[in-house]
C-alpha cells in the first residue's frame, strides 16, 4: 500500500476509535460492548446484553449527537482552514481572520441579550433560533469583508486579511459593548457561547448540521486542484485556463456556509482551522487531493479528543472546548511560526 | 492566428501603451526589443490575454478573445512569468504535472509520456523529487518552461500555429541554458509546434534567434519586421540612447557592441 494509504487508512481507524471512546466515557461510564450494543438495538437488532435505559439514552440521546458534532464540526474548521489557506496562499489564515467567528459571535450576542424584548426572533426554539442569528451574522460579516477586499471586481487578497482584521476588532469591541450591558445570567451565557461547547447537540439538529458541513465539504473537495494550481499564483493560474475568480468566490462561501453552521451551533472554537492543515501538510505534503480529506479527518479526531478532555478534566463540570482547543493549538501555532522563521531567514 | 486591431492600455489616465496593430499567421519566432518601461511585458499581456486592453480588440484564430473560454485558451497558448516563486511546498514534478491537470483523465497515458519526453528535453530528472522553492533562481525559470510548454501538448497529427509567451526567460539562467532555452524554443518554432514571442533584452542573442523583431520605445512600436530590417545599429543606437555598432567576425557572424573608449583604442592598433 502507499504511503498515503496507510496515512488515510490510519486516520479513519484513529476516528472510529475516537469516535466509539468518546460514547463510551464521561460521568456515566458504559463499557465499549454495550456502546455498540445499544447504536444495533436502536436499529430494531436485539442483542442479548443487558442494556439499562439510563445508559441506552446516554449513549444514543446525548452522547452520539455530541460525538456526530465534534466530528462535522472539527472537519468542517479544519476543511475551511486548508482551503482558505490555499486561496490565499497564505498559511497563517483562518475562518476567523476573514470575520466568520466573530460575525457569529456578534449576532449571538445581541441574539441572547434583545430575544427577551422582541419575541419574535424566536422562531422554532430558543436553540435553532440563536444558530439562525449566528449564521446569519457570520454570512453578514463575511460579505462584507469581501465586498471591501474587492478591487475592479477582483478579490484582493491582502485586502481581504486587512478587512478582516478590522472587522474582527470592531465586531469584537461591539461584543465587548454588550458583555457590559448584559446581567450575569446573560453574561454567563455569552462568555460560554464565545468559549464554545458542544453541550446543545442533540438528535434534531444533527442533520441540519450535515448537510451545512458536507455539501459544502464536497464541493471543495472538488476544487482540490484548482487549490493546487493557485499555489503557482493567481496570474499562472488563470493562464493555465482557470477561473480565479469564481474558484475564490466558492471557497469563501463554502467555508461561510461550514463554519457559519459550526459557530453557530457550538460557539467559537479556534484554532483547529489553522493548526490541523499544517499538521497534516507535513505527513502528506502540500497536494489538496490529500490535504483536504486528511484534514477533515483529523479536524474530527482533534475535537473528538478535544471533547473528550472537556467532559471529563473536572468531572461533573464541563471546561468549554474553545479552551481546551485553545490550549492544545498554541504550542502547535507557536511552532509553526518557528518553523517558518527559520525557513524564510535561510 | 494572432490578430490585435489597435490595441492600447494605460491605467490612472496614464497611457502605458499607444495603440498598436499586430499579426502573426505562421510559426515564427518574435522578439520584443526595448529598454525599459517600453511597454514591452504589457504588450505581451494584452495579447495572451493577462489583461485586457482598454481599446481595441485582440483575436486568436479569428475568434475574439472574450468568446473564448480561459479553459480552451490554455489549450492554445501558455505564458511564463519573469518572476516565479510558489506558496506550497510542492515538488518540481507536482509543478509539471498541474499542467496537464486540464487534460482528461483518461489521456494518463499520454500525460505521463509527454512529460517524461519535456523532462529529458530540458534535463531536468535530477530536479523532479526536489522541492521547487529550494531550487536556484535557474532552475525555477527552467521548470516553468517545463510547465508552459507541457501546457500546449497535446494528441494528434494536425495542431493550428500554437502560442508560447515568455517574458525575459533567461532572467538568472547560466551561459549554457540561456542558449539552450533559445535552441529549444528555436526547435520549437522550427518544428513547426507553434511560434515563439519573447520578451529579452540580449541584443546578441535576439539577432542570432528571432525571425521577426518589434522594437519599442515609450509605450509605442518603433518598428516591427525582420531581424536584418529591424536590427540596424543607427536605430538601435537611438532607441537605446546609446552608442551601438555593428561588428562581423571571420566567419560572417554579426555582433553588437558598444562603442568605447577601450574598444577605439583596439582598433587603432
Request: charged share 15%; aromatic share 10%; glycine share 8%.
Given at each position: 500500500m502507499s504511503r498515503q494509504g496507510i496515512i488515510g487508512l490510519s486516520l479513519l481507524v484513529l476516528l472510529i476509535v475516537c469516535f466509539v471512546v468518546n460514547l463510551s466515557v464521561g460521568n456515566v461510564n458504559v463499557p465499549i460492548s454495550h456502546v455498540f450494543g445499544s447504536l444495533i438495538e436502536k436499529i430494531g437488532i436485539s442483542t442479548d446484553l443487558k442494556i439499562t435505559d439510563i445508559e441506552y439514552h446516554v449513549v444514543?440521546?446525548?452522547r452520539f449527537p455530541r460525538a456526530v458534532y465534534s466530528c462535522l464540526i472539527g472537519a468542517g474548521?479544519?476543511?475551511?482552514?486548508?482551503?482558505?489557506?490555499?486561496?490565499?496562499?497564505?498559511?497563517l489564515v483562518d475562518s476567523a481572520l476573514i470575520g466568520i467567528s466573530t460575525g457569529a459571535s456578534l449576532f449571538a450576542s445581541l441574539f441572547i441579550l434583545f430575544n427577551g424584548l422582541v419575541p419574535w426572533l424566536i422562531i422554532f426554539n430558543e436553540g435553532l433560533s440563536l444558530s439562525i442569528v449566528a449564521f446569519l451574522g457570520a454570512s453578514i460579516v463575511a460579505f462584507i469583508v469581501y465586498?471591501?477586499?474587492l478591487s475592479n471586481g477582483e478579490i484582493n487578497s491582502l485586502t481581504l486579511i486587512l478587512a478582516g482584521i478590522a472587522l474582527n476588532a470592531l465586531t469584537a469591541s461591539l461584543t465587548g459593548l454588550l458583555t457590559f450591558f448584559a446581567t450575569d445570567d446573560e453574561l454567563r451565557d455569552l462568555t460560554f457561547w464565545t468559549l464554545g461547547s458542544l453541550g446543545s447537540a442533540n438528535n434534531d439538529s444533527v442533520l441540519l448540521l450535515a448537510v451545512f458541513t458536507i455539501v459544502p465539504m464536497s464541493i471543495i473537495f472538488f476544487q482540490a486542484k484548482s487549490l493546487n494550481v493557485l499555489a503557482l499564483g493567481e496570474s499562472n493560474a488563470q493562464y493555465m485556463g482557470y477561473k480565479v475568480k469564481t474558484i475564490k468566490l466558492l471557497v469563501i462561501i463554502c467555508s461561510t456556509c461550514m463554519v457559519g453552521a459550526a459557530v453557530s451551533m457550538a460557539g467559537v472554537i479556534g484554532?483547529?482551522?489553522?493548526?490541523?492543515?499544517?499538521?497534516i501538510r507535513t505527513v502528506s505534503g502540500p497536494n489538496h487531493k490529500l490535504l483536504l480529506p486528511f484534514s477533515a479527518f483529523f479536524g474530527a479526531i482533534l475535537l473528538s479528543c478535544a471533547d473528550m478532555i472537556s467532559r471529563t478534566i473536572l468531572p461533573p463540570t464541563e471546561v468549554p472546548i474553545g479552551i481546551?482547543?485553545?490550549?492544545?493549538?498554541?504550542?502547535?501555532?507557536?511552532a509553526i511560526i518557528f518553523k517558518h522563521k527559520r525557513k524564510f531567514s535561510v | 492566428m494572432i490578430e490585435a486591431e489597435n490595441i492600447a492600455f494605460g491605467v490612472k489616465g496614464k497611457q502605458i501603451l499607444q495603440p498598436v496593430n499586430f499579426k502573426t499567421d505562421q510559426e515564427e519566432f518574435i522578439v520584443i526589443l526595448g529598454p525599459n518601461g517600453a511597454g514591452k511585458s504589457t504588450l505581451v499581456k494584452l495579447l495572451s490575454n493577462g489583461l485586457k486592453p482598454t481599446s481595441g480588440r485582440v483575436s486568436y484564430y479569428g475568434k475574439e478573445l472574450k468568446e473564448w473560454t480561459l479553459d480552451n485558451l490554455a489549450k492554445y497558448r501558455a505564458y511564463m512569468h519573469q518572476e516565479s516563486m510558489i506558496a506550497s511546498s510542492f515538488t518540481v514534478r507536482e509543478v509539471l504535472e498541474m499542467a496537464r491537470y486540464r487534460y482528461p483523465e483518461t489521456k494518463h497515458f499520454f500525460n505521463k509520456s509527454v512529460i517524461g519526453k519535456i523532462v529529458t528535453e530540458l534535463n531536468l530528472e535530477a530536479l523532479l523529487d526536489l522541492e521547487f522553492n529550494f531550487l536556484s533562481g535557474g532552475e525555477k525559470q527552467r521548470v516553468q518552461f517545463g510547465r508552459v510548454l507541457l501546457q500546449l501538448e497535446s494528441e494528434g497529427e494536425i495542431q493550428p500555429v500554437k502560442y508560447l509567451f515568455l517574458d525575459e526567460p533567461l532572467n538568472n539562467l547560466d551561459v549554457r541554458y540561456q542558449i539552450e532555452l533559445l535552441k529549444y524554443a528555436r526547435k520549437f518554432v522550427d518544428d513547426k509546434r507553434g511560434s515563439v514571442i519573447v520578451v529579452m533584452h540580449d541584443i546578441n542573442l535576439c539577432y542570432?534567434?528571432?525571425d521577426r523583431v518589434l522594437l519599442m520605445q515609450k509605450g509605442k512600436v518603433v518598428m516591427d519586421g525582420t531581424v536584418q530590417e529591424v536590427m540596424s545599429p543607427h536605430l538601435l543606437s537611438e532607441t537605446y540612447q546609446i552608442e551601438l555598432e555593428q561588428i562581423q567576425s571571420l566567419d560572417g557572424e554579426i555582433f553588437y557592441r558598444h562603442i568605447s573608449y577601450s574598444s577605439n583604442l583596439l582598433d587603432v592598433q
Amino acid at each position: 500500500m502507499s504511503r498515503q494509504g496507510i496515512i488515510g487508512l490510519s486516520l479513519l481507524v484513529l476516528l472510529i476509535v475516537c469516535f466509539v471512546v468518546n460514547l463510551s466515557v464521561g460521568n456515566v461510564n458504559v463499557p465499549i460492548s454495550h456502546v455498540f450494543g445499544s447504536l444495533i438495538e436502536k436499529i430494531g437488532i436485539s442483542t442479548d446484553l443487558k442494556i439499562t435505559d439510563i445508559e441506552y439514552h446516554v449513549v444514543y440521546n446525548i452522547r452520539f449527537p455530541r460525538a456526530v458534532y465534534s466530528c462535522l464540526i472539527g472537519a468542517g474548521l479544519a476543511v475551511s482552514g486548508a482551503a482558505l489557506q490555499g486561496i490565499f496562499r497564505n498559511p497563517l489564515v483562518d475562518s476567523a481572520l476573514i470575520g466568520i467567528s466573530t460575525g457569529a459571535s456578534l449576532f449571538a450576542s445581541l441574539f441572547i441579550l434583545f430575544n427577551g424584548l422582541v419575541p419574535w426572533l424566536i422562531i422554532f426554539n430558543e436553540g435553532l433560533s440563536l444558530s439562525i442569528v449566528a449564521f446569519l451574522g457570520a454570512s453578514i460579516v463575511a460579505f462584507i469583508v469581501y465586498r471591501l477586499s474587492l478591487s475592479n471586481g477582483e478579490i484582493n487578497s491582502l485586502t481581504l486579511i486587512l478587512a478582516g482584521i478590522a472587522l474582527n476588532a470592531l465586531t469584537a469591541s461591539l461584543t465587548g459593548l454588550l458583555t457590559f450591558f448584559a446581567t450575569d445570567d446573560e453574561l454567563r451565557d455569552l462568555t460560554f457561547w464565545t468559549l464554545g461547547s458542544l453541550g446543545s447537540a442533540n438528535n434534531d439538529s444533527v442533520l441540519l448540521l450535515a448537510v451545512f458541513t458536507i455539501v459544502p465539504m464536497s464541493i471543495i473537495f472538488f476544487q482540490a486542484k484548482s487549490l493546487n494550481v493557485l499555489a503557482l499564483g493567481e496570474s499562472n493560474a488563470q493562464y493555465m485556463g482557470y477561473k480565479v475568480k469564481t474558484i475564490k468566490l466558492l471557497v469563501i462561501i463554502c467555508s461561510t456556509c461550514m463554519v457559519g453552521a459550526a459557530v453557530s451551533m457550538a460557539g467559537v472554537i479556534g484554532f483547529i482551522g489553522l493548526v490541523v492543515p499544517h499538521i497534516i501538510r507535513t505527513v502528506s505534503g502540500p497536494n489538496h487531493k490529500l490535504l483536504l480529506p486528511f484534514s477533515a479527518f483529523f479536524g474530527a479526531i482533534l475535537l473528538s479528543c478535544a471533547d473528550m478532555i472537556s467532559r471529563t478534566i473536572l468531572p461533573p463540570t464541563e471546561v468549554p472546548i474553545g479552551i481546551i482547543t485553545a490550549l492544545m493549538g498554541t504550542p502547535v501555532f507557536i511552532a509553526i511560526i518557528f518553523k517558518h522563521k527559520r525557513k524564510f531567514s535561510v | 492566428m494572432i490578430e490585435a486591431e489597435n490595441i492600447a492600455f494605460g491605467v490612472k489616465g496614464k497611457q502605458i501603451l499607444q495603440p498598436v496593430n499586430f499579426k502573426t499567421d505562421q510559426e515564427e519566432f518574435i522578439v520584443i526589443l526595448g529598454p525599459n518601461g517600453a511597454g514591452k511585458s504589457t504588450l505581451v499581456k494584452l495579447l495572451s490575454n493577462g489583461l485586457k486592453p482598454t481599446s481595441g480588440r485582440v483575436s486568436y484564430y479569428g475568434k475574439e478573445l472574450k468568446e473564448w473560454t480561459l479553459d480552451n485558451l490554455a489549450k492554445y497558448r501558455a505564458y511564463m512569468h519573469q518572476e516565479s516563486m510558489i506558496a506550497s511546498s510542492f515538488t518540481v514534478r507536482e509543478v509539471l504535472e498541474m499542467a496537464r491537470y486540464r487534460y482528461p483523465e483518461t489521456k494518463h497515458f499520454f500525460n505521463k509520456s509527454v512529460i517524461g519526453k519535456i523532462v529529458t528535453e530540458l534535463n531536468l530528472e535530477a530536479l523532479l523529487d526536489l522541492e521547487f522553492n529550494f531550487l536556484s533562481g535557474g532552475e525555477k525559470q527552467r521548470v516553468q518552461f517545463g510547465r508552459v510548454l507541457l501546457q500546449l501538448e497535446s494528441e494528434g497529427e494536425i495542431q493550428p500555429v500554437k502560442y508560447l509567451f515568455l517574458d525575459e526567460p533567461l532572467n538568472n539562467l547560466d551561459v549554457r541554458y540561456q542558449i539552450e532555452l533559445l535552441k529549444y524554443a528555436r526547435k520549437f518554432v522550427d518544428d513547426k509546434r507553434g511560434s515563439v514571442i519573447v520578451v529579452m533584452h540580449d541584443i546578441n542573442l535576439c539577432y542570432q534567434y528571432a525571425d521577426r523583431v518589434l522594437l519599442m520605445q515609450k509605450g509605442k512600436v518603433v518598428m516591427d519586421g525582420t531581424v536584418q530590417e529591424v536590427m540596424s545599429p543607427h536605430l538601435l543606437s537611438e532607441t537605446y540612447q546609446i552608442e551601438l555598432e555593428q561588428i562581423q567576425s571571420l566567419d560572417g557572424e554579426i555582433f553588437y557592441r558598444h562603442i568605447s573608449y577601450s574598444s577605439n583604442l583596439l582598433d587603432v592598433q
